[in-house]
C-alpha cells in the first residue's frame, strides 16, 4: 500500500500543522487548508480502487456492507484491495487516494506511545 502523500495532501497536513502550533499567518491558512481539503477529497472521489486493511479477513458479508458503505460515501462503486494484516491487532485501515480512516489498535497505540514520549 503506497502511503506517500500528493503534494496537495502534503500542503494541507503543513497548513493544518502551523494554524494548531500558531505560527505566523496560522489564522490566513485556514482557506489554504479548506481549498487543499477539497481538493484531496475530490481526488478520493475519482479513485476506482479502496485498499482495505484489516488484521483478519472480512466475511462476505462485511467486505459487501463496506463496499456499500463506500459506495454511497463517493457516490461510485469502488473495488476492494484487501489485504491481511496482524500487526494491526484490531480495526480497519481504510485508504482511498489520500483519504485515509486508521481505527487500528496498532495506530492508537503508535499515538498514545507519540503522546506519551513528548
Known amino acids: 500500500m503506497d502511503t506517500s502523500l500528493t503534494k496537495d495532501a502534503k500542503g494541507f497536513?503543513?497548513?493544518v500543522v502551523g494554524y494548531l502550533k500558531g505560527e505566523k499567518g496560522g489564522k490566513t491558512n485556514l482557506p489554504r487548508v479548506e481549498s487543499l481539503l477539497t481538493k484531496v477529497t475530490s481526488q478520493a472521489k475519482?479513485?476506482?480502487?479502496?485498499s482495505i486493511e484489516t488484521a483478519v479477513a472480512l466475511t462476505a458479508d462485511e467486505?459487501?456492507?463496506l463496499s456499500q458503505m463506500l459506495e454511497?460515501?463517493?457516490?461510485?462503486?469502488?473495488?476492494?484491495?484487501e489485504k491481511t494484516n496482524p500487526a494491526l491487532i484490531a480495526g480497519i485501515r481504510i485508504q482511498i487516494a489520500d483519504w485515509i480512516v486508521d481505527?487500528?489498535?496498532q495506530k492508537q497505540l503508535q499515538t498514545m506511545s507519540t503522546l506519551l514520549t513528548r
Open 103 to 105: 481505527t487500528s489498535y
Open 46 to 50: 475519482k479513485e476506482s480502487e479502496a
Open 13 to 15: 497536513v503543513d497548513s
Open 72 to 81: 454511497k460515501m463517493f457516490g461510485h462503486a469502488l473495488s476492494i484491495k
Open 63 to 65: 467486505k459487501k456492507e
